[in-house]
């Protein structure tokens, strides 16, 4: 039996004493048709658990996020008729809802992490890592790590705070992460090969994505994960994640992607398919969900 096999009996009845959902945009940009669809999925599944629907800015690079992106997605998602009652706009018990506030959490699952023994730090350079590593796997955009700075796990305990490297997650080669998605069923990864040793903390001192995510969805108490199936191969890294933290697993529930009639993946244009410019060209959300449908 696969370690993480999810008990569907057991996911009905925690679903059933409160399901807590999650819809969690990156404020980088206007909000994407392809991204909207997701988050309406997300919504129709609290509304059928009568359950609670989170919104978290993911906001955590300083790079990329910009907060008038982050009030454009709230109005643009109230516009498709989203609702969620827990946000950095409506407040609630596990405020704040922003990452970019959040940091404290995420310094805490670093320490455990390297207290553990799971993580290390990596010197390598970008030139490094693009003369080792092979080319992005499809659908991903983080090369598979050589290793070459596995052995500075003894190091670890020596770095106070995380920030000045990489700080990579060591996984365990050869190991299969199996679960069950309620969407798209069985899914299986081969650790070492689908993907490699991941990056937890960014050396410029913002923590990465699967970092972040485990530790909000576990402090948020979200005991389903709705999400584009982009991100299949990241729920095999944040169950890795989710084992060394000894904390709980949500159900997933990963959506097709939405294409358009040529085939392309509508979150892959850039074109005209912002919630924002279909509203301004005159289109209604009954138009916009309609465009969402070959994602159910
Ligand atoms: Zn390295």
Redesign the pocket.
């Known amino acids: 039996m696969p370690l993480w096999s999810q008990d569907h009996a057991y996911n009905q009845a925690v679903n059933a004493l409160h399901y807590r959902g999650r819809i969690a945009p990156s404020p980088t940009g206007l909000m994407h048709i392809g991204h909207a669809c997701t988050f309406w999925k997300a919504y129709q599944r609290a509304i059928e658990h009568r359950g609670t629907l989170v919104f978290r800015n993911e906001d955590l690079d300083p790079q990329r996020s910009n907060p008038s992106y982050a009030t454009a997605m709230i109005e643009d998602l109230r516009w498709l008729g989203i609702r969620w009652q827990e946000g950095p706009d409506v407040g609630g018990a596990f405020a704040p809802y922003e990452q970019s506030r959040r940091r404290e959490l995420y310094v805490e699952t670093w320490r455990k992490l390297r207290d553990g023994g799971f993580i290390y730090?990596?010197?390598?350079s970008r030139k490094?890592?693009a003369l080792s590593a092979g080319a992005p796997n499809e659908g991903d955009d983080e090369p598979l790590?050589p290793?070459?700075?596995?052995e500075?796990i003894g190091e670890s305990t020596r770095y106070e705070t995380p920030e000045g490297v990489?700080w990579?997650f060591r996984v365990p080669d050869g190991e299969t992460i199996s679960f069950d998605d309620l969407h798209l069923g069985p899914q299986s990864y081969l650790a070492g090969r689908d993907f490699g040793d991941f990056v937890v903390w960014r050396r410029d001192d913002v923590p990465a994505y699967q970092l972040a995510v485990v530790t909000d969805d576990a402090a948020m108490e979200i005991n389903e994960v709705v999400r584009g199936a982009d991100l299949l191969k990241s729920t095999a890294r944040q169950l890795l994640l989710i084992r060394a933290l000894g904390l709980s697993v949500p159900a997933y529930y990963h959506c097709d992607l939405v294409r358009d009639d040529d085939g392309v993946r509508l979150a892959k244009r850039h074109d005209a398919l912002s919630l924002r410019a279909l509203r301004e060209s005159g289109r209604t959300p009954e138009d916009v969900l309609r465009l969402c449908r070959g994602s159910e």
Not at 147 to 150: E, I, L
Request: aromatic share 8%.
């Open positions: 730090p990596c010197t390598c490094d890592l790590y290793g070459r700075c596995r500075k990489n990579r």
